[in-house]
């Protein structure tokens, strides 16, 4: 695998085109989101962390260099495998130099919850679609700790300057939106705040920070709040200790291939390794609602978090209504279910999809933009997809990516299976979360030209 330090400059487009069965044996590549907080963990700790199978896509890479940039000695030394030497809570040293993620709102914010804890200043940017995306909600709870954003543009966007509290004070916050990025910048700075920091959510989202803060050694738990809710609570100022992580595969980026083998008629493919977390699976949940065929079995447990080998075959797929309490486990696979929605006989409603409009593209317009090129008939109704499935797709269209590497793999898994072929305007943004997708899915069988 290779990788750069920057997306290229010049579109790349791509066409798919109907393929014949995919088969084979894959593993997905490490999950984004526990690649970002093995390395920021790893630098908040005492000690040396070991990370395998780390995401070496460029979001992951940039939240690396963040981390060097703030104090820590962050070395890769095999195909993704990563050593973490930290400097402790508290410990950041001031970056000489404005710390850039590139396109990634994950990295950024929780570098923001783990500056905010710090006594240092740094300013934060990133990508042009990076930098129209809001991070007044991240800041505001930041804020109440004690830390201070200046030089902030217009509707709390890039580039900012944050500066740490230099004595954070703890908080009881309750989620205005279910978040694992709000949750994880609260709990990131409560770490140097003396005392207790509680995040309430009132929907449950992703708890891969609860998970693997426990991990590290810090006092952390988490009950039931409400029907949906939790309440976590953290202990301030423990001393984290290195540890080894074990990345399972990230079901965000499995989801791609998955949908793909089942659309694509024959297919028979092995997942290896992929994170089977419930706060991550409403797409296959979903999918297995639609007549999926998806086989789960050697179930194991690494840094906290459940992986399993998953079996998927080609299956007739039927319309579903996905409930919008599912949004949280599923919030960045809905681009690919609408595709297999398509290929679906009847009608899929997905509802509460608000989210998706503050992804890196208004990824519900871009999504229902998508299909329609494609021959789909398609609705969005206030913050639902309404897809209209005939179990066939005419294709034809060329899809614009708005810079987002979701929209381009959806539309190119879409390509693989439709009537006539299916052309992204740019694939180049694939590489910040899935840099062997295209040829990963080759390897498989699939048709790009």
């Not at 104090?71 to 195909?79: I, L």
Request: include cysteine; charge should be negative.
């Amino acid at each position: 695998m290779t990788h750069s330090d920057g997306l290229a400059d010049t579109p790349t487009p791509l066409e798919a085109r109907a393929s014949g069965p995919l088969a084979g044996k894959v593993r997905a590549p490490g999950d984004k989101s526990i690649s970002h907080r093995a390395l920021i963990l790893g630098a908040l700790a005492v000690g040396e962390t070991r990370i395998s199978g780390l995401l070496e896509g460029e979001d992951v890479l940039n939240t690396a260099k963040s981390m060097r940039a703030l104090g820590a000695k962050v070395e890769r030394t095999a195909p993704f495998a990563w050593t973490v030497s930290g400097v402790g809570v508290g410990g950041f040293a001031e970056p000489a130099q404005p710390l850039d993620f590139g396109n990634s709102g994950t990295g950024c914010r929780l570098v923001m919850g783990a500056v905010a804890g710090c006594p240092i200043t740094a300013v934060f940017d990133g990508d042009a679609s990076l930098r129209s995306r809001p991070m007044r909600r991240i800041l505001d709870p930041l804020e109440l700790m004690g830390a201070r954003v200046q030089d902030i543009r217009e509707g709390g966007r890039l580039p900012l300057t944050l500066s740490g509290a230099r004595y954070p004070v703890p908080i009881v916050y309750k989620t205005p939106v279910a978040s694992a990025q709000i949750k994880s910048a609260v709990l990131l700075a409560g770490l140097s705040a003396p005392g207790i920091t509680t995040v309430i959510e009132q929907e449950a989202s992703r708890d891969h920070t609860e998970l693997m803060l426990k991990h590290f050694g810090a006092e952390i738990s988490s009950v039931q709040e409400g029907s949906h809710g939790r309440r976590i609570t953290l202990n301030g100022e423990p001393e984290l200790h290195g540890a080894e992580v074990v990345v399972p595969a990230d079901p965000s980026s499995a989801s791609f291939p998955i949908v793909a083998a089942l659309i694509v008629e024959g297919s028979d493919v092995v997942f290896s390794d992929v994170m089977t977390n419930p706060l991550r699976t409403g797409l296959f949940t979903t999918l297995r609602e639609m007549g999926a065929f998806i086989e789960e079995s050697e179930v194991r447990g690494d840094t906290g978090e459940p992986m399993a080998r998953l079996r998927v075959r080609a299956s007739k797929l039927r319309g579903v209504e996905v409930p919008p309490e599912r949004a949280p486990s599923m919030i960045d696979e809905y681009l690919v279910l609408a595709v297999a929605a398509s290929f679906a006989e009847g009608t899929t409603i997905m509802r509460g999809l608000k989210e998706l409009r503050v992804k890196e593209s208004d990824r519900l317009e871009a999504t229902a933009d998508m299909l329609r090129v494609n021959g789909v008939k398609v609705e969005v109704a206030g913050d639902d997809l309404i897809v209209e499935g005939h179990g066939h797709v005419p294709g034809g269209g060329l899809v614009a990516t708005h810079m987002d590497h979701r929209i381009a793999m959806s539309a190119l898994v879409m390509g693989l299976a439709s009537d006539k072929p299916v052309k992204v305007d740019d694939t180049a943004f694939i590489a910040t979360s899935f840099p062997d997708f295209i040829p990963m899915m080759r390897g498989l069988g699939a048709e790009f030209s």
